[in-house]
């Protein structure tokens, strides 16, 4: 017999996932509109980097931790070791840091050989 999941509600990436997705939106919507552009908005530039950082982070986080869990669910689901199922969701929650520095290196070679 297999268990049936208890979880109501939703998990805390998931939370950081969805909040990191309404800030990218907020700071689509600031550029747009200029914001750090002209010399009326310039006084905002540090919060809206602040802004860009946060959300990143988030959504970097969010997009990590499903990755892990879908590896354990998926090394489950095969009968994996533990040891096996971690060596995989170490490997391919790591993906998505990989992509920000690829582009990262695309786009300012300097600061990602700062970083």
């Not at 310039?42 to 950082?53: T, W």
């Not at 489950?76 to 040891?83: F, K, N, Q, S, V």
């Amino acid at each position: 017999m297999e268990a049936i999941a208890q979880r109501q509600g939703l998990a805390g990436w998931q939370k950081l996932m969805l909040a990191g997705f309404g800030l990218w939106i907020v700071a689509t919507f600031g550029e747009r509109l200029g914001f750090g552009e002209n010399g009326i908005f310039l006084a905002v530039e540090g919060a809206v980097a602040f802004l860009q950082l946060i959300t990143g982070i988030f959504i970097l986080q969010g997009a990590c931790e499903a990755l892990v869990q879908s590896v354990e669910r998926l090394g489950a689901r095969l009968r994996w070791d533990g040891y096996v199922a971690g060596t995989m969701g170490e490997i391919v929650s790591t993906l998505p840091e990989f992509v920000v520095i690829t582009f990262v290196v695309y786009t300012e070679p300097l600061a990602a050989f700062i970083i």
